[in-house]
């Protein structure tokens, strides 16, 4: 089981901060306990007081991001005063916007935390996305299924690569990058293109 982190101090939150900064500058495998101290302004003792190892620092940022992704996604599922394919819209467009506000950063982490092999760190990888799906999955499984067409929940394969192509896109081919306000509408347009529009196949498309 996946340990849940304690809560961190004001100090802690500073050095997540700058360990942020040093993750978007040089990637997760360059990272090191001694960088982060440095960036600080800290030997390099002082900063095993605030966490005690990197795996402790990665665990860390990834109770970042899940903190900065979960409970919108989450509220967003939960709105069902809202048709479906408004609430799926408003969860990819917070994922995506949490990409292109950090350049693709969350991605970045994930992808090189998966690479490490430490099971704990994949295991708090698996435990934020697992919630991500299953606050989709509640949604999909509202929606009635439609012939010839893939069932619901294999959807969320799509509509969340549009928002990992584009984090790739950001850290290796930047001069390909578009405006953040024409990336936002060709993910609306992909949400409504393989769900149909709130005003569309559900409520009138009989």
């Not at 001694?34 to 095993?48: C, H, L, N, Q, S």
């Not at 799509?158 to 060709?186: C, D, H, K, W, Y």
């Amino acid at each position: 089981m996946t340990p849940t982190a304690p809560p961190t101090t004001p100090r802690q939150e500073e050095i997540l901060d700058r360990t942020f900064e040093l993750v978007r500058e040089s990637g997760l495998a360059n990272l090191t306990m001694k960088k982060v101290a440095d960036r600080m302004g800290f030997t390099e003792p002082a900063i095993y007081r605030h966490f005690p190892n990197k795996q402790a620092l990665v665990l860390g940022l990834l109770g970042r991001l899940e903190s900065l992704l979960l409970p919108e996604i989450e509220a967003a599922a939960a709105r069902e005063d809202l048709p479906p394919v408004e609430r799926l819209e408003r969860i990819v467009l917070h994922h995506l916007g949490l990409i292109l506000k950090t350049d693709g950063l969350p991605f970045l982490i994930l992808a090189e935390a998966s690479a490490t092999g430490d099971e704990v760190v994949i295991g708090k990888m698996r435990q934020v996305m697992g919630r991500m799906r299953s606050a989709m999955d509640r949604v999909f499984d509202e929606m009635p299924e439609v012939p010839g067409e893939p069932p619901r929940r294999r959807l969320v394969l799509p509509l969340l690569g549009f928002s990992i192509a584009t984090a790739v896109q950001r850290r290796m081919i930047p001069q390909m990058n578009l405006p953040e306000e024409e990336t936002l509408e060709m993910a609306r347009f992909l949400v409504r293109r393989l769900l149909g529009s709130p005003q569309g196949r559900e409520e009138g498309g009989e």
